[in-house]
Structure formats: structure tokens, C-alpha cells
């Protein structure tokens, strides 16, 4: 992601360079505003001065950028006891709970984003263990080494008061009192979006001896005449298909329950609701849903609020030929020319807000009943080093080179153009959890393990249909067992379909039930044949076929009722019919097995039906239907061995 990869600097002479305005490691200072206003002005700065609550615009944080990472949470509510001394610990809030809830749970990751080797065991196998026995107890070790190692860095972090105080300023929490009646939020509630802007200016520019709106505002001027301001706002609402809500579920027994009194025993009448009727059993859910629903089908989008803000401190140290210097993305202000700027011409940094992380789980739905939100927001910046954070542990952690913000910008872009191909954001979901969640490290041994699965899918693709296509003899395999894979296979993709589940999923599991397909009609040899006329019993659509003097029939699998087998002189089998030996064996075991296995996938189907909450019956059968497919696997394997 080097620009100038193809370019000799030692060919171009210095005159004709654009070289950086700042210096790296420059004292800065930040301020953050929230603001109902898309561009900063003159309010922002009276803010400052007046009762920020009352209006549209209030200053959140003012801080000297002395480190390489700042972090500071906040907790906007419009809730009156937020002002008393005690807070609110006994409002029985749900959206304050929330709220302090998601703000307790991203504190604690980012601290732990410090133990690079931490994080590095923490994301390894989440969400995966429980499909291997070996990651299972991979897992199992993994969190004993952790907790070895965190009780090792504790000691080590507790003899350094140094270190005590920077955890201390990564926990910093404060909390702002939004009035009802403000209209900050006013606007929260009207579908309308907050703003977050950030404000950066050298510490020489950042106006703290101005005592009025006045003085401010002519220090920040000066600064933006100097270049020595940097401004950049983000937009904390984003509207959104809707994807919050499930589809509203019930026990469906109690379905049975009333079909048995209302048309069995006669026990009730006509006025009784069906439990099917989610309308008048919880109509608020239902008529959430259904708007949902409606606002999906209009193309309608749904307030969702960033609960976080990642803003970047990006500068760019290179030079570049005063010819190809658009190509490095910086901007870019006239200067007077003098040694340092001979074309007078410089680059500034830059503020980058990475929202690659943001995916739509950690979007929070907005309504009329919302009274408290969280916000968390990092400053970093990569010309400076901090012991404390020396190691991000995941894609988007920590500061930003320009090579990386040009990476990040393409796979954003990327991303984003996936959904002209009919992706939904599910699907993007999944890439940017990808790119963003996953430690550095272990993304890249994702990216080689997923390139050589890829390879290796493939090449055992290729020898299938190589094999398939050239097979003459059944002997050793199991036809029963492809044709159970298949349906295994086309129960996986509806229930993925049912689940609302990406397209990533989706689509792969698709072409792998067109394959089973193709391997059964090679292994069983189904065709269309000229029909024999024998009184022998057969299908009803071979009776149809009959008419037109064909039949169905699978070729391969017909036994030879010639071939017996014949003991030799010394009483052993001699010409022994291997190929109805397989087919026997494959019975054999595949019976047995699912004697013992049956009771135990409906006894999880039964348990499902009364325990568990589904939208529909299909759902029920075919989550049921699904749960047979992982636990007969075992089935479809033993005929093989």
C-alpha cells in the first residue's frame, strides 16, 4: 500500500519534493464536542462557557494528547438522579442498566487489549471449540495459561504506580445529564443524529487563557490561518435496515394443548385466543416486528445508535514528488516557500474515524423508551510510543501508519460495495468482524489456514469428480451413506435459510448439496431405462414412466442374483460377491445404529417442543431436523470404516 513503490526518490531533486508541515510526537491538544450541529462554529465555543445542557451543543472532553492512546467513557442519560451524589444505583432503569452494562463490558476488553498474549488466547477458539474435541480442550488449556499469565502481569503492574495510573485513566467515566426537554435530546428522539466533532490544535493554540467566546474564537482562528488545526465530526446515529428484532416465538405445545381442547374434548369456545395469535398475546413485540417488517420491504432505515467512536491521529513523515503527491491521500495547504518547503507546498495530518469495527450487533436500536446511552471514545496516534500499549491485539487497535489507513479505506470501500451485489448487511457484518475482532496474528494465520483449506477443497473436489466419474466398483463404499449426506446436506441449508443466516453460509453450503446430489446419481447409477413388462411390484412413478416406456431405476444397486457365492474344496468362501458384502454391511450398521441413536434425537425434538420458543412449526422441524443431521453423522461414518 506504498504509493511510490514504483518511483526512484533518488532521481528527484529536493526542490521538487512536498515534505510534512507538522514534526512527529507534537504537542497537541484535543477537545470533543456533542452536538446537534453537521459543522463547527461559534456555539461550539460558547459551550464553553454556558450551560452546555440547554443547548444544542456540549463540550465532552478537553485533554493535552501527552500519550500514543487516550480512552474516556460516557454515559448521557435524561434521567434526574444521575445528579444526585449517590447516582442511580436503585432505578430499576432497563436502558440504564444497558448502559452501564455495555460500558462495564468495553472498559474490561480494552484493558485486557494490553496482554497482547492475553487477547491472543482469548481469540483463539471463541466461538468454534465446541466442533472439535481438540479445541475443546485446546480451549480448556488455553484459559489456565491465561490465567497463569494474568496473575504474573498483576504482580508485575502492581510494584509500578506508574502503570496503576494509566489503568486508571483507561477506566475514566463520566456522565452527562441530558435534560427531556434539551435539544440534544429532542433530537435523539426524532430520528435525527447527533454529532461527535473532535477539535486538534498545537498546545500553542489551545486557548486556555481566553476568558470570553471572543478570545477562543480568535486563538482558533489564528490557528487555522497557521494550519495548526485539525477538525473532524462523526454522525452517532446510523439508519439502518431493521435487524434487532427476531421473529416473535412461543412454546409450541401449548399449540397441541389448545387444538385438543377446542376440537377434542370441546372444553373451550370460539372467543378463546389461540396461542398462535402473538398479536393479542404480546402485541407490543408483534407490532414492533411488524413494523420492522414493513420498514425492510420500503426500504425504510431504523435508527441505530454508535455506542462507540475510534478516532485516529494520522501523519504521513514521506515525501513526495510535487507531480504524484495527490497519490498519498494527505491534504495538502500552501505555505511560503522556504528551505524546509520549496514548492510551497506541505502536508498536514489528518483525523480518520474507523468504523470498520462497528457492526450491526453493537448498534443500539433507538425508541421512545431509550433513556440513557452509552459512549465510548479512543484517541490514538502512532508517531508516539506508550509502554502501556505498545501491542494492539486486534486489525483496527492502536495507531494508524498511512499505509494501513489507505488498506483500511480500500477494504471499507470494498465492503461497501458488496451490497450492490445483493449482500446483506449480515454478510458485511461477518468480513468486518473478520478484519476488525480478530487478533493480528491470529488474522493472518485465519488468512493462510482459510488460502490452504481453499486449495485443499479444491484438489479433494477435483479427485471426487475424477473418482466419481470413473468409478466401476461399489466394493468398500457406501451408497446409503451419500444419499443420507445429501439430505443431511439440503436440511443444513434450510435451516440456515430459516435462521436468517449469511449468504456466506448460504451459498457454500448450496453448491455442496449439488455435488451430494451428483455423487449419488454416479454411485447408485440412477438413469431412465427401456421398462421391462414383469409383474413385479414397483413405484407409482414408475407406473407413470411405464406408460411411456421408461422407468427410474438405480442402476448400480441391483444385485446380481447369478452371482452366488461357492465354496472352494477346503470349505472356504470362494467366489465371494464383494460388492453385496458392502451393501450388507452398510445395512447392517446403519440399522443398528439408528436404533440407538433415534431415541435420542426425538427425545431432543420433544424437548424442544415443550422448553424451547419458535416462531412455527417449520421452524421446530426443521431446527429438530438439523440437530438429527450433527448427531447422525456418527451414523453415516461407521458403514465407511
Avoid at 409450541?252 to 393479542?280: E, N, Q
Avoid at 510510543?385 to 494501513?404: C, L
Wanted: glycine share 4%.
Amino acid at each position: 500500500m506504498y504509493p511510490l513503490s514504483f518511483i526512484d526518490l533518488t532521481t528527484i531533486p529536493p526542490e521538487q519534493m512536498v515534505n510534512p508541515l507538522w514534526e512527529t510526537e507534537e504537542k497537541l491538544h484535543m477537545k470533543l464536542y456533542l452536538s446537534v450541529r453537521e459543522r463547527y462554529g461559534r456555539s461550539f465555543l460558547e459551550s464553553e462557557f454556558m450551560d452546555g445542557t440547554s443547548m444544542d451543543t456540549v463540550l465532552l472532553w478537553k485533554q493535552d494528547i501527552d500519550g500514543a492512546s487516550l480512552s474516556k467513557s460516557f454515559l448521557l442519560s435524561n434521567l434526574d438522579c444521575i445528579l444526585i451524589e449517590d447516582g442511580c444505583q436503585d432505578v430499576e432503569d432497563p436502558s440504564l442498566k444497558h448502559a452501564v452494562q455495555w460500558l462495564d463490558q468495553t472498559e474490561k476488553t480494552f484493558k485486557q487489549q494490553d496482554a497482547g498474549i492475553i487477547s491472543t488466547l482469548q481469540s483463539a477458539g471463541q466461538g468454534i471449540e465446541s466442533t472439535s474435541i481438540l479445541l475443546t480442550f485446546y480451549q480448556a488449556i488455553s484459559e489456565k495459561i491465561t490465567t497463569i499469565v494474568s496473575m504474573i502481569q498483576s504482580n508485575k503492574e502492581s510494584s509500578t504506580t506508574q502503570t496503576e495510573k494509566n489503568d486508571d485513566a483507561l477506566l475514566e467515566r463520566s456522565t452527562i445529564y441530558l435534560a427531556k426537554s434539551s435539544p440534544m435530546w429532542r433530537t435523539i428522539l426524532s430520528n435525527s443524529s447527533l454529532h461527535v466533532h473532535v477539535i486538534v490544535t498545537r498546545q500553542a493554540y489551545k486557548g486556555e487563557t481566553a476568558e470570553t467566546v471572543d478570545e477562543a474564537l480568535a486563538i482558533l482562528g489564528q490557528a487555522d490561518r497557521t494550519h495548526s488545526l485539525l477538525t473532524g465530526q462523526v454522525s452517532l446515529v446510523k439508519f439502518d435496515e431493521p435487524n434487532h428484532l427476531a421473529r416473535p416465538g412461543r412454546l409450541l405445545y401449548k399449540d397441541l394443548v389448545y387444538v385438543v381442547k377446542r376440537y377434542v374434548l370441546r372444553l373451550s369456545d370460539s372467543t378463546t385466543r389461540p396461542p398462535w395469535d402473538m398479536a393479542f398475546f404480546n402485541p407490543e413485540y408483534h407490532t414492533a416486528y411488524q413494523n420492522a417488517q414493513r420498514m425492510k420491504e420500503e426500504g425504510a432505515g431504523y435508527p441505530y445508535w454508535k455506542p462507540e467512536v475510534a478516532v485516529k491521529y494520522l501523519i504521513d513523515t514521506d515525501s513526495y514528488p510535487y507531480d504524484v503527491a495527490h497519490v498519498s491521500g494527505m491534504s495538502f495547504v500552501q505555505v511560503p516557500r522556504s528551505r524546509t518547503h520549496p514548492v510551497g507546498i506541505a502536508h498536514i495530518p489528518a483525523l480518520h474515524v474507523d468504523e470498520i469495527g462497528l457492526t450491526s450487533e453493537k448498534y443500539i436500536p433507538l425508541n421512545q423508551t431509550i433513556s440513557s446511552l452509552p459512549l465510548h471514545i479512543t484517541f490514538d496516534r502512532s508517531d508516539m510510543k506508550d509502554v502501556h500499549r505498545s501491542q494492539a491485539t486486534t486489525a483496527t487497535a492502536g495507531g494508524i501508519s498511512p499505509a494501513r489507513w489507505r488498506l483500511l479505506t480500500h477494504l471499507s470501500q470494498s465492503i461497501e460495495s458488496q451490497k450492490q451485489l445483493g449482500f446483506e448487511q449480515s454478510d458485511l457484518d461477518d468480513l468486518r468482524r473478520l478484519i476488525a475482532d480478530t487478533n493480528v496474528t491470529l488474522l493472518g494465520i485465519t488468512v493462510l489456514a482459510s488460502a490452504l483449506h481453499l486449495l485443499f477443497e479444491f484438489l479433494t473436489f477435483k479427485n471426487e469428480v475424477s473418482f466419481w466419474k470413473n468409478n466401476t466398483d461399489l466394493t468398500g463404499l457406501s451408497v446409503r451413506s451419500l444419499f443420507l449426506d445429501m439430505i443431511g446436506q439440503v436440511i443444513i441449508v434450510l435451516y440456515l435459510i430459516e435462521k436468517d443466516s449469511s449468504l456466506l453460509m448460504i451459498v457454500p453450503s448450496a453448491i455442496g448439496c449439488l455435488i451430494a446430489l451428483w455423487k449419488c446419481q454416479r454411485a447408485a447409477g440412477i438413469a431412465f431405462v427401456k421398462a421391462k413388462m414383469e409383474n413385479q411390484p414397483t413405484t407409482w412413478w414408475n407406473k407413470v414412466l411405464r406408460i411411456f416406456g421408461y422407468e427410474l431405476r438405480a442402476t448400480r444397486l441391483q444385485w446380481d442374483s447369478g452371482n452366488e457365492a461357492k465354496d472352494d474344496k477346503e470349505g472356504m468362501p470362494g467366489n465371494v460377491d464383494l460388492h453385496t458384502l458392502s451393501m450388507e454391511c452398510d445395512r447392517i450398521a446403519t440399522k443398528r445404529l439408528g436404533i440407538v441413536f433415534l431415541p435420542m434425537v426425538v427425545a431432543y425434538a420433544v424437548y424442544s417442543l415443550l422448553m424451547e420458543k419458535h416462531s412455527g412449526w417449520y421452524s421446530w422441524l426443521i431446527t429438530s431436523a438439523s440437530s438429527a443431521v450433527y448427531a447422525l453423522g456418527f451414523v453415516l461414518m461407521t458403514p465407511q470404516l
